[in-house]
């Protein structure tokens, strides 16, 4: 099970860092990709950014792209989205994942809602 924190209200402009590692302690495998997707209310659930946990290799959304950073801890396994620049838009329920391909999650965390005031 995947296990995220760290949501929480901010203000616009503001950062949020949230948390997400396997319950347990349980390892990250190197081939695994770890990831966050969001759904905003009344909207479908949307991919936001991925990590390949062996390169470190990270992929964003256009729409979070240079405001947000994926990042991994590997010792601790887990994974981090730290959200700096918040928008009122960037209001969503927060998933963590874990999966083998890119956009592509096999597992999915239980949320952390983020929710920015405007």
């Known amino acids: 099970q995947l296990q995220a924190s760290g949501g929480g209200l901010a203000a616009t402009g503001g950062s949020l860092r949230l948390s997400c590692g396997a319950s347990?302690?349980?390892?990250?495998?190197?081939?695994?990709?770890m990831g966050w997707y969001r759904q905003a209310p009344g909207k479908e659930r949307e991919f936001v950014a991925e990590?390949?946990?062996?390169?470190?290799?990270?992929y964003y959304a256009d729409s979070v792209k240079g405001r947000f950073t994926i990042s991994k801890v590997s010792a601790e396994n887990t994974v981090h989205l730290q959200m700096n620049s918040l928008k009122p838009e960037d209001t969503a329920v927060y998933y963590c994942?874990?999966?083998?391909?890119?956009?592509?999650?096999?597992?999915w965390g239980q949320g952390t809602l983020v929710t920015v005031s405007s």
């Open positions: 990590i390949r946990w062996g390169v470190g290799s990270t």
């Open positions: 347990g302690g349980a390892r990250i495998f190197s081939s695994a990709v």
């Open positions: 994942t874990r999966g083998r391909q890119i956009r592509s999650p096999d597992y």
